[in-house]
Antibody, heavy 118, light 107 residues
């Protein structure tokens, strides 16, 4: 069955970097696009970026484009999100999401809580 | 960027009642709207895509309608497990995909 399993919670200090993994199974990674979405406490989801494991440059939100990188490793069917120069406002649950052929999100990872605090 | 505005922010209902949740887009998104249900500590769960198509295993009491800028999610007879937060999202061709701020459906 389709699974997206993310790495565990992270506690980081302001200015540090974090890297989250999203290990996929049950389908062929290169047949799909993936988005990353984050959700701050008590807020709605916010789009972070899109990555195509088949190649091509990722696209990032304007707010995060200078600090975020999305990559993929097809040999392990794993996606990665790195966020640098962390601020307290980056405290959120981060999700990897698979995009169905029709364009909508069909499968989500379980989420990774990133807490930024001194 | 397309702004999605949901109303009401909170909806207080009783089991067995019919709930109607609204979502308005700041520009036309054709029928590229999805609805998600989220419970505390969980990832959002897809209910509806293409404005009106139920996702796999979603019970028929959930229905979606609308096109262009105005969309509705209807839950025909509320069950206890339906009390949660609901988000609409547009996924029209342009990035970023954007979500509404959510409607909390409470007992």
């Amino acid at each position: 069955q389709v699974q997206l399993v993310q790495s565990g919670a992270e506690l980081k200090k302001p200015g540090a970097s974090v890297r989250i993994s999203c290990r996929t199974s049950g389908f062929t990674l290169t047949n799909f696009y993936f988005h990353w979405v984050r959700q701050a406490p008590g807020q709605g989801p916010e789009w972070v970026g899109i990555v195509n494991p088949n190649g091509g440059r990722p696209t990032y939100s304007q707010e995060l484009q200078d600090r975020v990188s999305l990559t993929s490793d097809t040999s392990t069917s794993t996606l990665y999100m790195e966020l640098r120069s962390l601020k307290s406002d980056d405290t959120a649950v981060y999700f990897c999401v698979r995009v169905h052929d029709f364009g909508h999100y069909d499968y989500w990872g379980q989420g990774t809580l990133v807490t930024v605090s001194s | 960027e397309t702004v999605m505005t949901q109303s009401p922010a909170t909806l207080s209902m009783s089991p067995g009642e019919r709930a109607t949740l609204s979502c308005r887009a700041s520009q036309s998104v054709r029928n590229k709207v999805a609805w998600f249900q989220q419970k505390p500590g969980q990832a959002p769960r897809l209910l509806i895509y293409g404005a009106s198509t139920r996702a796999t295993d979603i019970p028929p009491r959930f229905s979606g309608s609308g096109s262009g800028t105005d969309f509705t999610l209807t839950i025909s007879s509320l069950q206890s497990e339906d009390f949660a937060i609901y988000y609409c999202q547009q996924y029209n061709n342009r990035l970023p995909y954007t979500f509404g701020q959510g409607t909390k459906l409470e007992i």
